[in-house]
Nanobody
Framework: QVQLVESGGGLVQAGGSLRLSCAAS????????MGWLRQAPGKEREFVAA????????YYADSVKGRFTISRDNAKNTVYLQMNSLKPEDTAVYYC?????????????????WGQGTQVTVSS
């Protein structure tokens, strides 16, 4: 069992930056791949970024590639999402999630544990 708590969301102007954090409980955290996913109003939840259990591999949606960076610190049981050059279309609730199996990082349905989400709003 893993509990996930996101923080760091807020209101920012277009072109600005935010850093999201996800604190995880449980000793098994370092065994799992972790992802960030988001859901905008009226839209389906979508994949944003993922990082392997070791942090050695990262994966990004095309829409955020080159602007967002995912990382993890297993000693602190924390995953981060650094978001730069933010756009109004990045406005969404951002969720941290753990993938315990061998499913695709890109599929939202493969994630087993989810945080409560943090709101990111980008004004134009």
């Amino acid at each position: 069992q893993v509990q996930l708590v996101e923080s760091g969301g807020g209101l920012v102007q277009a072109g600005g930056s935010l850093r999201l954090s996800c604190a995880a409980s449980g000793r098994t955290f370092r065994s799992y791949a972790m992802g960030w996913l988001r859901q905008a109003p009226g839209k389906e939840r979508e994949f944003v970024a993922a990082v392997s259990w070791s942090g050695g591999s990262t994966y990004y949606a095309d829409s955020v590639k080159g602007r967002f960076t995912i990382s993890r610190d297993n000693a602190k049981n924390t995953v981060y999402l650094q978001m730069n050059s933010l756009k109004p279309e990045d406005t969404a609730v951002y969720y941290c999630a753990a993938l315990t199996g061998s499913g695709s990082y890109y599929s939202t349905g493969e994630y087993d544990y989810w945080g409560q989400g943090t709101q990111v709003t980008v004004s134009s």
